[in-house]
């Protein structure tokens, strides 16, 4: 049986590590789940890269090439329901 994580899970730790890591200096900024990370400026490429490695630290998916896209990275919203998604081995479930 799979290990699955619940969207808002993903969703709230996912929104920390935003919060803790990209959006520290500026104060007072709302970050909406379905907001365009990189069309707000939020991230970059660097910070996908970034991103990416916080996703598999923190919940053991593995984010294959094919699957770095604004689909499933473009906002918190579509980052939780990858995730969710996936079993601890990375497989879609």
């Not at 991230?43 to 598999?56: C, N």
């Not at 919940?59 to 689909?71: L, M």
């Amino acid at each position: 049986m799979a290990d699955r994580l619940g969207e808002t899970t993903v969703l709230v730790r996912t929104r920390a590590y935003m919060e803790e890591s990209f959006l520290y200096m500026r104060p007072g900024f709302v970050l909406g789940d379905h907001d365009r990370l990189i069309e707000k400026g939020v991230i970059d490429s660097m910070g996908v890269l970034e991103l990416i490695g916080f996703l598999e630290t923190a919940f053991g998916v593995t984010v294959t090439d094919e699957e770095i896209n604004e689909g499933n990275l473009g906002s918190l919203a579509d980052i939780a329901r990858y995730v969710a998604s996936r079993d601890r081995n990375g497989a879609v479930v």
